[in-house]
């Protein structure tokens, strides 16, 4: 079903690599219970039969089992796996996480069992940052050197999501939230940053913005979404990060043209069956349009012609779930 997907949805990549990761696991924790590790090696094991050179993504806020590592190993696969910790345990009197999650020296051992593996990277997903889950410069400093000692190949900071669906109130009474925010989708604490940040230069470890830059470096690529670019906001989300000189002049070896050519308008108006006078040419080569727009069509421009759309709404396809299938204006 996955090759059959990708074949319709992302042949028209042509001659360009396509090295989109496959996720797995997205709406549960594939080490969660025995069903879903074995749900995960049968399905490594399928994605290595199918010689798709793509990297397996899978997020948890478990702990992989050595011998499952062993064998997802032999396989010979690029599988990147996302620890979840937030170290909330550690700095707040109230838990915040519903349901399973590791305590911070599980965590930390997880990225030791899996340290020596070849196609394994452990890479630690910061969520949410908060003032409050980072008390101190002297705390981040132990933290980071402990995530980088324990294996892990970078960290991923995330801001606290707010929004429809999440009731701010339980946010208040955990202390992640200090008060009713009026901002939707994402809250970023800059001093709580500035700490993490400034301890990931003083250890030497990644801490990214960007779950895309983490897959790059994990599996020596260039970053797919363009972050580094100065037109994706590279200001945010690149230039602040303690990055590795190597993997920034692996990223800045690839070149966005200025300006969106009117070859790409033409094969993107064509796909959408629509005229090109229907397409809006805004700046950091983003193009605006009224129609309703597939989701794969939407991840296929951007890593074909590093175009980002801005449809009128989006058409959710079942092999790529999430808020982003909410057909609204502004999406």
């Given at each position: 079903m996955l090759c059959e997907y990708l074949d319709e949805t992302r042949s028209h990549?042509?001659?360009?690599?396509?090295?989109?990761?496959?996720?797995?696991?997205?709406?549960?924790?594939?080490?969660?219970?025995?069903?879903?590790?074995?749900?995960?090696?049968?399905?490594?094991?399928?994605?290595?039969?199918?010689?798709?050179s793509r990297p397996l993504v899978v997020v948890t806020k478990g702990r992989m089992p050595r011998t499952l590592a062993r064998t997802l190993d032999d396989l010979n696969i690029a599988m990147v796996v996302f620890c979840s910790q937030s170290f909330h345990r550690t700095t707040l009197e109230l838990r915040t996480e519903k349901g399973p999650v590791l305590v911070p020296d599980?965590?930390?051992?997880?990225?030791?069992?899996?340290?020596?593996?070849?196609?394994?990277?452990?890479?630690?997903?910061w969520r949410p940052v908060v003032r409050k889950s980072v008390p101190s410069a002297d705390w981040a400093v132990r933290v980071v050197r402990r995530l980088k000692d324990s294996g892990y190949r970078c960290s991923v900071a995330i801001g606290?999501?707010?929004?429809?669906?999440?009731a701010q109130q339980e946010l208040v009474q955990t202390g992640l939230l200090e008060g009713p925010a009026e901002a939707c989708d994402e809250l970023w604490d800059t001093e709580a940053w500035q700490d993490i940040n400034a301890a990931a230069a003083a250890v030497g470890y990644p801490v990214y913005r960007s779950t895309s830059c983490?897959?790059?470096?994990?599996?020596?690529?260039?970053?797919?979404?363009?972050?580094?670019?100065?037109?994706?906001?590279?200001?945010?989300?690149?230039?602040?990060?303690?990055c590795p000189k190597p993997q920034r002049d692996l990223c800045r070896s690839r070149i966005l043209e200025p300006e969106v050519a009117q070859e790409h308008l033409a094969w993107i108006a064509n796909e959408l069956r629509t005229d090109m006078s229907g397409l809006e040419v805004l700046p950091g080569r983003r193009v605006r349009t009224g129609a309703k727009v597939r989701q794969s069509m939407i991840s296929l421009t951007l890593h074909k012609f590093q175009i980002e759309l801005l449809p009128g709404s989006i058409a959710a396809e079942r092999a790529w779930l999430g808020r982003f299938g909410r057909e609204s204006g502004d999406e």
């Open positions: 990549m042509g001659g360009d690599i396509d090295s989109t990761p496959v996720c797995l696991g997205n709406y549960t924790d594939m080490l969660l219970t025995p069903a879903n590790q074995e749900y995960l090696r049968a399905f490594a094991a399928e994605l290595a039969v199918a010689g798709l599980m965590t930390f051992d997880a990225g030791t069992e899996c340290r020596d593996m070849k196609n394994i990277a452990m890479v630690h997903f606290l999501s707010t929004g429809a669906g999440i983490a897959i790059a470096l994990a599996t020596g690529r260039a970053e797919a979404l363009d972050v580094w670019d100065c037109r994706r906001g590279a200001a945010e989300q690149c230039l602040p990060c303690h």
